[in-house]
């Protein structure tokens, strides 16, 4: 009789340990179950703030390809984006849909910045502007907008490249300046003024 008692306690004692065993599995299983989906939620590309990074680094990459492109010249010749800058009538132009215009119904057909920006960004939908900054008549940098298509949103980015003017690459220096406003940063030199090309890329 006392070992049948024994071994019925013996049984329910393993019996005891083994659901105390199984609730701290379960708990274990639990507890990692929530880490790892506290992690793998924190790190989802679908995620707003990962996502708007990720749409970033892709605009900024295209941005800075699209004028390493522009600026790239063969030896003696001006670049695209040089070509341009010296080009340039000194108005602002805006896409409409179709292509950029002025205020005063000129275009940008001749302009290599327009015909990339109008092949590789428009038909993305990726809003776009394009400034000139330059050295001013007193010293300070001052822009000026080229292309223009409204103000930008918090999760812009701007690229930008510098580009050297020289007297001996304007035709008549001042009908340049009084075209675009760009003013002779230096006339005791050859050196003109150098004009940083600032791309600002944003979805709409």
Known sequence: MK?????????????????????????????????????????????????NAHIEAQLQTMGRDMLNVLDHSHYGQN?????????????????????????????????????????????????????????????????LPYIYNGEPSDNAVIVSRRVLLSNSDIADTSQFRSDTGIPDADTSTDFYNLVDVKMTLWRM
């Open 79 to 143: 670049s695209s984006l040089k070509e341009d800058i010296l080009n340039w009538d000194g108005e602002k132009y805006t896409w409409n849909s179709k292509t950029y215009t002025s205020e005063a119904g000129n275009d940008l057909a001749s302009s290599s910045t327009a015909r990339i920006l109008e092949s590789v960004i428009t038909p993305k939908g990726i809003a776009h502007n394009v400034e000139f900054a330059v050295i001013g008549s007193t010293g300070t940098i001052m822009t």
């Open 3 to 51: 070992l049948g008692k024994y071994l019925w306690e013996m049984r329910n004692d393993a019996s005891a340990q083994l659901h105390t065993l199984e609730a701290l599995m379960t708990l274990i299983i639990i507890t990692g179950i929530i880490i790892f989906t506290v992690q793998a939620t924190s790190l989802t590309p679908l995620t707003s703030s990962t996502a």
